[in-house]
């Protein structure tokens, strides 16, 4: 009898013990949610990734753990991933050859999306930055002959510049500037339309979509729609319509964007409208917009609202490619596109009652989204927590240093469900 009644005390206290066992775990998932599962009905939801968090092992300023508990959030809340840098000329094609390709961190990146089910984004094909010297370098003299008074030297110094101090973070790998004999377009085509070639082609049909051209457009209120660079310098406007067709040739399924920043800026936008109806009316192979959104926390709901209202209107999907809300005081990156410059004035701390306004702008900007559902399909953060953010000051993710959601991770969900889709 003793023995039967100390054996129901213990059955007792193993069910009690597994009961509350199963209570905790079901409060850790209720409490959180997943933003994929949250924004299922309406848009993808993603994260840029470094390569220490596809491939394990320590790096990116994270310890090893760090880097695997940082994978471990991105599996549990997102459903799409952009390579933060592994995709980018500099990194996949550092020299110039067939040999000149480095597809180990890049090959990574793509196994990780397809083996845990995202929407894979390549990032990024035709940049003026990130971009090695030797693929504007000529590799001819310059020739010295003008045929019939048409002046054949392309290879003219450079006279745009690439801005100082960009990448000061150990990823320029000396691309400051290139001032030395330039390519002549048709050999920059040829480099061009090889890389494209290259790069899609071994990722085709895993790759859904892709960012063909980065950070064309001008800033500033001046005349000029296309930034000075040496794309532009070399070929002519018509790079951005090549880079297309190329990237069309090489996956005829891929979703091709052309992305931005500093979309919110009216003036910008215009812009933006002149380019892309230009690439429309040449019927060229666009298949979206890719708006970068690194924004600040004085955003508001009606700017954001606007911008894509408006961006909408050029018929194509929208897809916000590199989200995040700076609380640095000193502002986020300007409408000026000197990166390094900007992430130094991350550096003087935060704006007053960072968190409040952090959550309030996020509750914000995801009301724009949902509002404009129809064209947003896709919203793509720009780090997973705030430990790994390009703006690690500016704290400017959902969830901080220790993957724990902040504040403005439960004001997004609970735009999310205002909008959840009555079944
Ligand atoms: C940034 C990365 O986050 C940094 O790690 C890197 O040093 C510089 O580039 N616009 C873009 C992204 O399209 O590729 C940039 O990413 C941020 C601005």
């Keep these: 009898m003793k023995s039967l009644n100390s054996r129901c005390t213990y059955q007792r206290g193993f069910l009690v013990a597994l009961w509350l066992a199963i209570a905790a775990t079901a409060y850790a998932a209720e409490s959180r949610v997943a933003l994929k599962d949250a924004f ?14 596809v491939t394990g092992g320590p790096g990116f300023r994270r310890s090893a753990e760090q880097n695997a508990e940082d994978a471990a959030l991105v599996k549990e ?26 597809f180990g961190a890049a090959d990574a990146f793509v196994n990780f999306g397809l083996s845990n089910q995202m929407h ?8 003026h930055s990130q971009t090695p010297n030797w693929v504007f370098a000529g590799t001819n003299p ?52 090889e890389h494209i070639h290259t ?9 859904k979509s892709w960012d063909v051209v980065n950070e064309a457009i001008a800033d500033g209120g ?17 790079f951005i319509a090549k880079a297309f067709q190329y990237a069309h040739e090489a996956d005829p399924d891929a979703i091709l964007r052309y992305n931005d920043y500093g979309l919110e800026n009216p003036t910008k936008r215009k812009k933006l409208f002149a380019l892309i109806k230009s690439l429309q009316a040449q019927k060229v192979p666009i298949h979206a917009i890719g708006s970068q959104a690194h924004v600040n ?3 508001s709901f009606e700017a954001m609202d606007q911008t894509l209202t408006e961006i909408a209107t050029l018929g194509l999907p929208i897809h916000i490619t590199e989200l995040d809300v700076n609380s640095a005081a000193a502002g986020q990156r300007g409408f000026g596109a000197d990166i390094a410059n900007n992430a130094a004035k991350t550096q003087g701390g935060l704006v007053s009652d960072a968190d409040k306004k952090l959550t309030d702008a996020y509750a914000g900007i995801f009301r724009a989204f949902l509002n404009n559902r129809e064209s947003v399909k896709m919203v793509t953060f720009w780090g997973a927590n705030d430990a790994n953010s390009w703006r690690a000051n500016g704290k400017p993710l959902l969830f901080d240093g220790n993957s724990q959601p902040k504040p403005a991770f439960d004001a997004v969900i609970a735009e999310a469900k205002k909008r959840a889709v009555a079944k």
């Design 40 to 53: 299922k009905e309406h848009f993808l939801i993603g994260t840029a990734v470094n390569r220490n968090m």
């Design 77 to 102: 809340q997102f459903n799409q991933i952009t390579a933060e840098n592994d995709v980018k000329w500099a990194l996949i094609h550092p020299r110039e050859g067939k040999d000149g390709y480095e």
């Design 120 to 127: 894979v984004v390549g990032h990024t094909l035709v940049w």
């Design 142 to 193: 310059p020739p010295t002959n003008v045929a019939a008074g048409v002046a054949v030297n392309t290879n003219t110094p450079a006279t745009n510049q690439f801005r100082r101090g960009r990448f000061g973070d150990g990823f320029s790998g000396g691309l400051g500037r290139y001032n030395g004999p330039r390519a002549s377009r048709e050999e920059l085509l040829r480099r061009m339309r």
């Design 199 to 207: 790069v899609v082609g071994r990722y085709k049909g895993k790759v």
């Design 222 to 238: 001046g005349t000029n729609i296309l930034r000075n660079s040496l794309w532009l310098e070399i070929i002519g406007p018509d």
């Design 297 to 299: 926390v004085s955003i």
